[in-house]
């Protein structure tokens, strides 16, 4: 073998574990399970089992991307009959593959179609009092204003609906910790903190990808735009405490002991404390949900 195919193989070889990283990641898988599966998928489901009827209902998940999201909610809650699944996004490429998977789902496994569509949050491609359940997890963060967004969601939404909203939660006391242990250490904390993640697995934001997160705020911000809206927020939900972290994946007693005692944590009084992102299930007034 010449040197320069040991070469090729070598960075392939590194370019593959690399690539690999949120997949053997404890804590990233465990963030996408709870936000998936508790966060938005139990909210849903309750909302879904507190009807008489679920013939027609209408779940919408804004900012969808390829539909990850949208399709595990719906998993949970295949035994509710009628239930009309769509997903939008401003990305017409990811639309297309949630609908392509959606397809194979249909022809291959016999499951209900999802739906989706590409259109822009601030002008939804929906009528007034269209949509019953709205889930949007991850992306008012990344809108310079989320504001016009918040009330698109209030227009399309029945009298009674439901939006059930995530974003990151700057108010997260080990986060807050860890920012203050960096900058006694002149940076030198994060640097030991996130060694092991790969620019592969989380390239720098860059244009072509959207905004970074441009707009994290505590819930006492949130709270006051969801009201203005019409659409008050009427429960909180608790996230997961930690998201993706190497440091936490090299120490795995301690990641695992973590992820054990999260369920308790979600019962203590300053639970919200101890949450790397927060749930924020709002209802527009008027209406009977059910």
Same mark, same amino acid.
């Given at each position: !073998? ?161 939006? !059930? ?20 250490? &002149? &940076? ?23 905004? &970074? ?66 749930? !924020? ?5 008027? &209406?009977?949900?059910?």
């Amino acid at each position: !073998m010449s040197g320069r195919e040991k070469k090729v193989r070598k960075v392939k070889k590194s370019w593959a574990g690399e690539e690999k990283f949120f997949a053997r990641s404890w804590t990233h898988i465990f963030y996408f399970w709870k936000l998936r599966q508790i966060m938005l998928g139990r909210t849903v489901e309750r909302l879904l089992s507190a009807r008489r009827d679920t013939q027609g209902v209408r779940v919408l998940d804004l900012g969808c991307g390829p539909g990850t999201n949208l399709f595990e909610v719906a998993d949970r809650c295949a035994r509710f009959r009628g239930v009309e699944w769509f997903g939008l996004d401003l990305n017409q490429q990811e639309a297309a593959m949630g609908a392509d998977r959606s397809a194979w789902r249909v022809s291959e496994r016999k499951l209900d179609p999802l739906r989706f569509l590409s259109g822009d949050i601030f002008n939804l491609p929906l009528a007034d009092a269209s949509v019953d359940i709205i889930i949007s997890s991850e992306v008012v963060e990344h809108l310079p204003d989320p504001t016009p967004a918040l009330w698109e969601m209030a227009r399309v939404l029945k009298p009674g609906g439901y939006a !059930m909203v995530t974003t990151p939660n700057p108010h997260n006391l080990p986060e807050l910790v860890g920012y203050g242990l960096d900058t006694i250490s &002149g &940076g030198n904390f994060k640097k030991f903190y996130w060694k092991g993640q790969d620019e592969v697995s989380a390239p720098p934001l860059a244009a072509a990808v959207g905004f &970074g997160h441009v707009s994290v705020h505590p819930f006492k911000v949130w709270k006051p735009w969801f009201e203005q809206a019409g659409i008050p927020v009427v429960k909180k939900v608790r996230g997961p405490m930690i998201f993706g972290s190497p440091f936490f994946d090299r120490q795995r007693f301690l990641c695992g002991l973590l992820i054990v005692l999260d369920p308790l944590l979600d019962l203590l009084p300053g639970r919200f404390l101890t949450t790397t992102n927060l749930g !924020m299930l709002c209802r527009k007034s008027g &209406g009977d949900p059910t």
